[in-house]
């Protein structure tokens, strides 16, 4: 076994970058939950996050995301009632409170785990002009904001992932 | 499963070299370990080992990175500075434990 996380033991290290591109609750957390499981690995993460990726890193936004049945096939509700008033913030609710019943950390938590444990949280320069933000409104721990192509030489050699 | 020679005693290991019985551990045996991940143990390793093994007897489960820094007190920074690249793995191999399943 190796230490630095490459399993093959060939000794470079292996990296790993997530581009968080959704917004919503049931599409944050699994990049959030595999980029922390890759750090306890020793891999080294990059998060990228673009488009309504932005939401999980947006001050205003983090704690309030949602997961909607509407257009969602998986979540078992037919579009006709899932169109109804109040059953978006039902199903966030109620995902959200299985999230606490479970004791998994909230967004806000799981960055600041992300980030004490070394991995590196970038926002996209287009995604953020898209959206009229600053950096000021951006979580804290976000080391900066870069362009595509930035993100193009940082994964280089690395294992991307387009969630 | 196999054996391995740990800090001179004959030790039944798994595939990667964990202890497959927490009881078989010892101190010397944590030192061992440490040193072949290139980890020298301080005071403050030791409490971060003892809360995992305490843990583990307590609840049957080896604790997770994310309870060993509520629970254990110990910062996520200040792990991954302890034992770095592989926190939770690294401590539960070293307390004689086994890996860790929880994704937190």
Known sequence: MSENGNGNGSGAERK?????????????????????????EGIDVTMFFTFWGLDIINKKK???????????????????????????????SMMQKTIEKL??????EYLEM?????????????????????????????????????????????????? | MTTQAIAGLNLEVDAEGFLTNPNDWNREIAEAMAAELGIELTPRHWEVIEFCRKDFQETGTVPTLRRITKVGGVPTKEIYKLFPKGPAKKVAKIAGLSKPTGCI
């Open chain 1, 62 to 92: 983090m704690k309030h995301l949602k997961a909607t049945p509407l257009g969602n096939p998986s979540m078992g509700m037919p579009n006709i009632l899932g169109v109804l008033p109040g059953v978006t913030a039902m199903a966030s």
């Open chain 1, 114 to 163: 992300i980030h004490d444990a070394g991995g590196k949280l970038y926002s996209c320069r287009m995604a953020m002009d898209m959206m009229n933000l600053s950096k000021d409104d951006l979580f804290d721990e976000v080391d900066d904001v870069i362009g595509a192509m930035e993100f193009m030489e940082m994964s280089e050699g690395a294992q991307v992932l387009f969630i």
């Open chain 1, 16 to 40: 790993l970058c997530i581009i968080c591109s959704k917004g919503t609750l049931d599409m944050a957390y699994p990049g959030l939950v595999l980029a922390n499981a890759a750090l306890m």
């Open chain 1, 103 to 108: 004791d998994f950390p909230p967004v806000d």
